[in-house]
């Protein structure tokens, strides 16, 4: 049912637990499976002064998909810039763990929807 990679990812997850000091923090939640997740940013810049994700950890509670694919997230957009993290879709995150059963592409889509919601709360008190 599930890749080896999503099954690695569940079994060994990166970047769990939370950034004290972050500078940004995505909720968010699906009620029909129940799953939850938090991913906190922290925003660096790098040499030219483009703003990039210098750290990223997720806090889950979900099921084996909801872990792997959060995990799998920030595999994928830790060192990035930010303006090139808001463009990743649910498909480069199911694409990255190697597919995923239609009944939980969900799971690709919340852990996308956290990071969309994180840089948005960044982008907000950038603002201020």
Same mark, same amino acid.
Request: with cysteine.
């Given at each position: @049912?599930?890749?080896? =990679? #999503? @099954? ?5 997850? =990166?970047? +769990?637990?939370? +950034?004290?000091?972050?500078?940004? /923090?995505?909720? *968010?939640?699906?009620?029909? $499976?129940?799953?939850? @997740?938090? *991913?906190?940013?922290? #925003? ?7 703003? /990039?994700?210098?750290? +990223?950890? #997720? =806090?889950?509670?979900? $099921?084996?998909? !909801?872990?792997?694919?959060?995990? !799998? ?6 060192? @990035? ?11 480069? *995150?199911?694409?990255? /763990?190697?597919? %995923?059963?239609?009944?939980? %592409?969900? $799971?690709?889509?919340?852990? #996308? ?16």
């Amino acid at each position: @049912m599930y890749s080896e =990679k #999503v @099954m690695d990812l569940f079994r060994h997850p =990166k970047n +769990i637990g939370e +950034i004290k000091d972050a500078d940004a /923090v995505g909720k *968010v939640g699906n009620p029909t $499976c129940g799953d939850l @997740m938090w *991913v906190y940013l922290k #925003v660096g810049k790098n040499k030219t002064g483009e703003e /990039v994700i210098d750290d +990223i950890k #997720v =806090k889950t509670f979900g $099921c084996v998909a !909801a872990i792997a694919t959060s995990s !799998a997230l920030t595999e994928i957009v830790k060192g @990035m810039k930010l303006a090139e993290a808001e463009k990743i879709t649910r498909e480069n *995150v199911a694409d990255y /763990v190697g597919g %995923l059963p239609p009944a939980k %592409l969900h $799971c690709s889509v919340l852990a #996308v929807d956290g990071l969309q919601k994180a840089i948005e709360e960044y982008k907000k008190k950038k603002k201020k």
